[in-house]
């Protein structure tokens, strides 16, 4: 069955050092793939998007890759800031625009 | 622009009990979606509408939930009769949908639904 899976733990890192969460994915062949940061009490919010023929994509302080052959995009925060803290969530489309989120990772930056 | 709009934000209710979410999506928005997010995980397709039509329900627990948009806009999400483990919030969300490669798909969601279910 289709599986997607994100760091199984908590994330804790110190501020100013950068962050990478990792979103592998089993049994699906995305055409494209998105992060979303989702806040405690909040619905998630898009931060960006890549394409399956895309090895990277920058915005700012973040980074994200995909890679088609290890099943697996990589979220890359940079100089990391204690408003960074919050929970980040993949989610994989397929051709048909059918959508799979993962279970997220919760980022927490100490000061 | 408005956000996507939901209510109630938060709603108690015991078991057998009926309930039912709102959602109104951002104006022109063709692509409307339920979510069931439980704690610690992430959101779980219910339904996706494509202005009024079904495009995916194949998480939809049909036996209880229900859901509908009629005239292509706003949108229900109904439990009839409510379980204990359907205790999750329950967020909506909604993205243009029109043709032009992935950012169609971008997605914005409303605050979402907080039930517990007793």
């Known amino acids: 069955s289709q599986k997607i899976e994100q760091n199984s733990e908590a994330l804790n890192i110190q501020e100013g050092k950068t962050a990478t969460l990792t979103c592998n994915y089993t049994n699906y062949s995305p055409a494209y793939l998105q992060w979303y940061r989702q806040d405690p009490g909040r619905g998630p919010v898009f931060l960006l998007l890549?394409?399956?023929?895309?090895k990277e994509k920058r915005k700012e302080r973040l980074k994200v890759t995909f890679d088609t052959t290890l099943k697996q995009s990589l979220f890359h925060i940079t100089a990391s800031q204690p408003a960074d803290s919050a929970t980040y969530l993949c989610?994989?489309?397929?051709?048909?625009?059918?959508?799979?989120f993962g279970s997220g990772t919760r980022l927490s930056i100490r000061p | 622009e408005a956000g996507v709009a939901q209510s109630p934000r938060y709603k108690i209710i015991e078991k057998r009990q009926s309930v039912a979410f709102w959602c109104n999506p951002i104006s022109g928005h063709a692509t409307l979606y339920w979510y069931q997010q439980i704690l610690g995980q992430g959101p779980k397709l219910l339904i996706q509408?494509?202005?009024?039509?079904?495009?995916?329900d194949s998480q939809l627990p049909k036996d209880r939930f229900s859901a509908e948009r009629l005239k292509g806009v706003d949108s229900t999400l109904k439990i009839q009769p409510a379980k204990l483990e359907d205790s999750a919030v329950y967020l909506c969300?909604?993205?243009?949908?029109?043709?032009?490669?992935?950012?169609?798909?971008?997605?914005?969601f409303g605050a979402g639904t907080r039930l517990s279910v007793l």
């Open positions: 969300a909604s993205s243009s949908g029109l043709a032009g490669g992935p950012a169609k798909n971008i997605q914005y």
């Open positions: 989610a994989l489309y397929s051709s048909a625009s059918k959508i799979i």
């Open positions: 890549i394409r399956e023929n895309e």
């Open positions: 509408f494509q202005n009024n039509g079904v495009v995916d």
